[in-house]
């Protein structure tokens, strides 16, 4: 009987790590495009973007800013600066082809 050279614990390592990477290229896109639509007046809350991951296949988009939920939640507020109310949330509808693409290449990189 051939002796069989298991790689199932090398493949389900690689899976995880594509899944952090995954899931950090997804909310790097995601937070580049929520900059782009955040309000602007001097610069503050678009520069308190951050992201982070957990190294357990999760990644959040946050603001750093007393104000940053408030900002986003006043849809009737003017932004003269640019930017627009719900600039993570909408960000999130427009960054979404480009996550999955990201989440997808990663995948595939540990699949071959």
């Not at 995954?22 to 308190?48: F, I, K, M, N, Y």
């Not at 990644?59 to 007393?66: F, G, R």
């Amino acid at each position: 009987m051939a002796d069989l050279d298991w790689k199932g614990d090398d493949i389900v390592r690689g899976l995880e790590q594509a899944v952090n990477n995954a899931a950090e290229a997804a909310a790097e896109h995601l937070g580049d495009e929520a900059v782009q639509r955040t309000p602007v007046e001097t610069g503050t809350l678009r520069a308190s973007m951050k992201v982070t991951t957990d190294g357990e296949g999760t990644s959040a988009v946050s603001y750093n800013t007393p104000y940053a939920a408030r900002q986003h939640e006043e849809i009737g507020w003017q932004h003269p600066g640019g930017g627009e109310a719900k600039f993570l949330e909408n960000a999130m509808t427009a960054a979404a082809p480009a996550m999955r693409e990201a989440i997808a290449t990663e995948l595939r990189k540990a699949l071959k």
